[in-house]
């Protein structure tokens, strides 16, 4: 059985509440990722700014180069253990609605699970075969 540390990444994106969307964008782009983990002294525990808070704050017709990530971040961020089964990880992202999972060994932020992990990882659950959605062209 395939564990969350088989398929998770290292955290390769950090950004600060201080910095704008713009910088959090580009340090996104930076390093091929979809989502920047927010970490700051002041903060009780890191969060996440991800392609869906930019969007969202660019749609609502918010300067990225003047709003801050502290105003558009999730600051509450769903967890994962490096030891849990892939699927338990997979079911908490469909439950939640997100891509990105922090993963924590202890009280140590591990690194990060993305929907493009568990991709990349395959094999997390049997998936029932739907003749509807199958083409035959």
Same mark, same amino acid.
């Given at each position: 059985?395939?564990?969350?540390?088989?398929?998770?990444?290292?955290?390769?994106? $950090?950004?600060?509440?201080?910095?704008?969307?713009?910088?959090?964008?580009?340090?996104?782009?930076?390093?091929?990722?979809?989502?920047?983990?927010?970490?700051?002294?002041?903060?009780?525990?890191?969060?996440?700014?991800?392609?869906?808070?930019?969007?969202?704050?660019?749609?609502?017709?918010?300067?990225?180069?003047?709003?801050?990530?502290?105003?558009?971040?999730?600051? !509450?961020?769903?967890?994962?253990?490096?030891?849990?089964?892939?699927?338990?990880?997979?079911?908490?992202? $469909?439950? !939640?609605?997100?891509? !990105?999972?922090?993963?924590?060994?202890?009280?140590?932020?591990?690194?990060?699970?993305?929907?493009?992990?568990?991709?990349?990882?395959?094999?997390?659950?049997?998936?029932? !075969?739907?003749?509807?959605?199958?083409?035959?062209?």
């Amino acid at each position: 059985m395939k564990r969350v540390s088989d398929a998770m990444s290292a955290v390769s994106a $950090i950004v600060g509440p201080e910095h704008t969307l713009s910088q959090a964008a580009h340090r996104r782009v930076q390093r091929g990722t979809g989502a920047a983990v927010v970490l700051d002294g002041s903060l009780p525990g890191p969060g996440v700014i991800t392609e869906r808070d930019l969007l969202r704050a660019i749609a609502d017709g918010r300067d990225p180069d003047v709003e801050l990530v502290e105003d558009h971040m999730s600051g !509450h961020v769903v967890t994962a253990w490096p030891d849990w089964p892939l699927s338990r990880a997979a079911a908490l992202m $469909i439950k !939640h609605g997100i891509r !990105h999972v922090l993963v924590f060994d202890g009280s140590d932020l591990a690194g990060v699970l993305s929907m493009r992990d568990l991709v990349r990882a395959g094999g997390i659950a049997p998936v029932e !075969h739907d003749a509807a959605a199958t083409s035959t062209a």
